[in-house]
């Protein structure tokens, strides 16, 4: 096995036994980025130099006896958290050359326990959309079958993930982009609870949504980086001032006396691909098998979700996308010659269409006289979602689902109809709307070679719960060590 295909916590054992050194790891990611990176397009932004720099100081480190989980651990960051002297694009010509001067509080949390960042990683532009294929910088390709998408938002770091060119990454998940890009590429992602992790750093696309998480290659990892980035902050009001557990230590607790919920309103869900809803049922099998009892549930408002995650999201982002306006950050267009003229014209070149759309939504729903039509109503049905969730929690510990209707599709074939996009979402928003945590976990592929993902949700702060049962799965199955053929 090669250095760089090693999970994060086999790599940290090596570290700290000095079989290895952080060094040697993250040359050996830098080698398989140059190897597989043209064809996979996850990186937008390498930082080598810096990247061996990091590994250099943790190598002394922990020649000093100064080791955490993650230190000298080689990562990749998705393109809107913010990192200090690199480049920070949300895959936007508008931030195309933007440098931020601080860094997002997850990326000090992982600096500070001594993880090395390689690079920056792509994703639909402003995390809108689940193809990362409407960056505005470049494509990414599914390391599974490259004429396919990694999913989205999170594709670079799913994809990544994936192909070995980090041992694991973060992500951001508004509406699923941290769980629909990890199961399309066969790793683990998580979307912990809303206010577990600081946003503070991180682009906001939409507010009451957005939420920091980890994609990995196994369970325990996830853990780890979860253990590494959570916790309050102060600069982050939305976050929770709550002690962090070792997320590592439930793991191994085994699932007898585990309830899970079964919601009877996405097992028949129309356009669920017979495949994927296989998949789904044999992982509930085998969980079953492992002292899980399954109990129906019902979640009735699960209809609206999508209306209401596609009123409340486009609100969120017309409003915090104000700020690009040539004049504070990034990309101005200095053709016009007065103010408004240029704001137009840089936000006309500066945002591709799916952003633009997503800003006149918003604009729209609440300019004057329609605001309680539409965010106001999509407010209040967004409480009946989250009441949907309260009561099902009351007779199960975990609500199991799909992440996404079908596997990943062909580059291209569903891009050009926002339509069909949005309803793909329909079994991941609701997690965001409801704020409580969500996690991808491997559980089986198509007949085309393609991964799917089981997705588990739980209760506001029960992400040990979610990774004991993950952990659990892992442990009688072999498909989250498959790894693609580049
Ligand atoms: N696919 C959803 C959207 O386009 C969710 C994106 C996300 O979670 N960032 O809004």
Known sequence: ?????????????????????????????????AAVDDKVGAYIT??????????ANADQAITAGEITPLTGIPLGIKDLMCTRGIPTTCASRILENFVPPYNATVVD?????????????????????????????????????????????????????????????????TGGSIRQPASHCGVVGMKPTYGRVSRFGLVAFASSLDQIGPLSKDTRDCALLLNAVSGYDPRD????????????????????????????????????DPEVAAAIKAAIATLEDLGVECVEVSLPNTEHCVAVYY????????????????????????????LIPMYRATRSAGFGAEVQRRVIIGTYCLSAGYYDAYYGKASQVRTLIARDFQNAFETCDVILSPVAPEPAF?????????????????????ANLAGIPGMSVPCGFSQAGLPIGLQILGPHFAEETLLKVAYNFEQTTEFHKQKPVL
């Open 109 to 173: 949390k992982l600096n500070s326990a001594g993880a090395v960042t390689v690079g920056k990683l792509n994703m639909d532009e402003f995390a809108m959309g689940s193809s990362t294929g409407h960056s505005a910088l470049q494509a990414t390709y599914n390391p599974w079958d490259l004429e396919r998408i990694p999913g989205g938002s999170s594709g670079g770091s799913a994809a990544a993930v994936a192909a070995d060119m980090c041992l694991g990454a973060l992500g951001s998940d």
């Open 1 to 33: 096995m090669e250095l760089n295909e090693l999970t994060i916590h086999a790599a940290h054992d090596l570290l700290r036994n000095k079989e290895i050194s952080s060094v040697e790891l993250t040359q050996a990611v830098l080698d398989q980025i």
């Open 46 to 55: 390498v930082a080598g130099e810096q990247a061996l720099k990091a590994a």
């Open 311 to 338: 009123v409340i999201a486009p609100c969120e982002a017309s409003s915090n996308l104000a700020r690009y306006d040539g004049v504070k950050y990034g990309f101005r267009d200095t053709g016009a010659d007065s």
């Open 410 to 430: 062909k580059i291209g074939e569903n891009t050009d109809d926002p339509l069909k996009m949005y309803l793909s979402d329909i079994f991941t928003l609701s």
């Open 237 to 272: 009001s939305t976050s929770v001032p709550r002690d962090v557990p070792d997320y590592t230590a439930a793991l191994k607790a085994g699932l007898k006396g585990i309830r899970a919920g079964i919601p009877r309103e996405y097992t028949d869900k129309e356009g669920l």
